[in-house]
């Protein structure tokens, strides 16, 4: 099986890894899942130039199999 596993993040850029963390840490190896060799990437929901840091929204996605 080969899939992406995403996630939603709010909050400011500078914190981003942690959620890198997790998903690599912690729920890859609960589910069984390891990375695909192709890289992850990430869209940017609204614009850090006329949003909050707090408020910015990114969705980060990781190929699994």
């Known amino acids: 099986w080969k899939g992406v596993l995403w996630s939603l993040f709010k909050g400011n850029l500078s914190a981003i890894r942690a959620v890198y963390d ?8 609960e589910m069984g899942l390891s990375l ?14 006329n949003t909050k ?8 996605y990781v190929a699994v199999e």
């Not at 695909?36 to 130039?49: K, T």
């Not at 840091?53 to 980060?60: A, G, H, K, N």
């Open 36 to 49: 695909r060799e192709v890289p992850s990437g990430e869209i940017y929901l609204n614009d850090p130039r």
């Open 22 to 29: 997790t998903l690599y840490g912690k729920y890859l190896p």
């Open 53 to 60: 840091p707090e408020d910015l929204l990114t969705q980060i």
